[in-house]
């Protein structure tokens, strides 16, 4: 059967790279929408032309430009967004309600997989303030997409590992220290964590599998679900020693949120949820919805251990 054109909307950005990647290697026709107005952000550009000369098909559009994105979509079969919904970084998930209006007026798409790849937003309507604008904007996108009757995909990846293993799970650090840490609580609280790579691949396995139609996909492997007091010791066995350790209460959390950023506040109440709250491992999978690792044995993922090893 032949494969998909696959249109991958944020190719450049940090999950959008590896999104590209995974789809040439599962040879797919892969474009990327890039923005004409892109300057002279050369790091952008040069990445645009590796790209091309791995065979990627560059179109030109823009959100700014309705009709650049309503021809963009017609020379694909699907569409995946990957544009930041990290406030630190840039938030724009409310932008895809221009590309769902695109992609109904192009009429051809067979699939979307709009910018999740989180957090299941569905399962967070109880969500503290200011965190929880990410998730009822994915809600507003996901309800603009079923009333444009899109078929769709959403990836519920859970916690970036470069993002949560890289600090041990403390915000604002991406190095584990080889001194300290501070554990949420007693650092027993269950997380998922999934190399960004791993992502890519199990997400590009979904666009042509029934099974994963108009469902949400979860990615959980099963090694990799460990609380952050399991991630510490790992990396403690690697590096042959034992850090000291401290610990914050949930009180302690929130009250040292006041005063920060609003940027700030909204990544730090994300990490509340996830580890004092354990919203990523407190439900079940329902049987409308599935698991990536179970539909696709034959990936083999990086489990924390590995993962961990490059920061020796």
């Known amino acids: 059967m032949k494969k998909s054109k696959v249109l991958i909307v944020g190719g ?14 599962e040879g797919h026709e892969t474009y990327i929408l890039y923005r004409p107005e892109i300057g002279v952000d050369i790091e952008k550009v040069q990445l645009l032309l590796s790209f091309k000369e791995q065979g990627c098909k560059l179109v030109s559009g823009s959100f700014n430009d309705y009709i650049s994105l309503v021809n963009a979509c017609k020379l694909v079969d ?21 590309l769902v209006d695109a992609i109904k007026e192009a009429g051809n798409i067979k699939r979307f997989l709009p910018s999740e790849f989180g957090t299941d937003p569905a399962r967070m309507g109880d969500a503290m303030e200011p965190g929880r604008v990410t998730f009822d904007d994915k809600m507003e996108v996901r309800k603009a997409i079923k009333e444009a ?16 293993l890289g600090g041990l799970c403390q915000p ?30 199990y997400t590009i396995k979904t666009i042509e599998d029934p099974r994963t139609l108009n469902k949400t996909v979860y990615i ?18 690697l590096i042959g020693k034992e850090l000291h350790k401290s610990s914050i209460s949930a009180e302690e959390f929130l009250s040292r949120m006041e005063g920060q950023s609003y940027e700030e506040k909204v990544g730090m109440s994300h990490y509340y949820h996830v580890c004092f709250e354990g919203c990523l491992t407190n439900f079940e999978i329902g ?14 993922y990086t489990n924390v251990h590995d993962y961990m090893k490059r920061y020796l």
């Open 12 to 25: 450049t950005g940090y999950l959008g790279k590896r999104l590209v990647k995974a789809s040439l290697s």
């Open 78 to 98: 699907v569409v995946i967004c990957a544009i930041s919904g990290v406030h630190i970084r840039s938030h724009q998930i409310l932008l895809q309600l221009k």
């Open 149 to 164: 009757g899109i078929p769709f995909t959403y990836i519920s990846a859970n916690c970036f590992a470069g993002y949560f």
């Open 172 to 201: 604002g650090s991406i190095i584990p220290s080889t001194h300290s840490v501070v554990l949420f609580g007693d650092g027993n609280i269950k997380g998922i964590y999934v190399d960004e790579d791993d992502i890519a691949k």
């Open 220 to 237: 959980r492997p099963p090694e990799n679900i460990l609380s952050q007091r399991e991630v510490v010791q790992i990396w403690e066995k």
């Open 287 to 300: 049987e409308e919805d599935v698991e990536a690792c179970h539909l696709y044995p034959e990936i083999k």
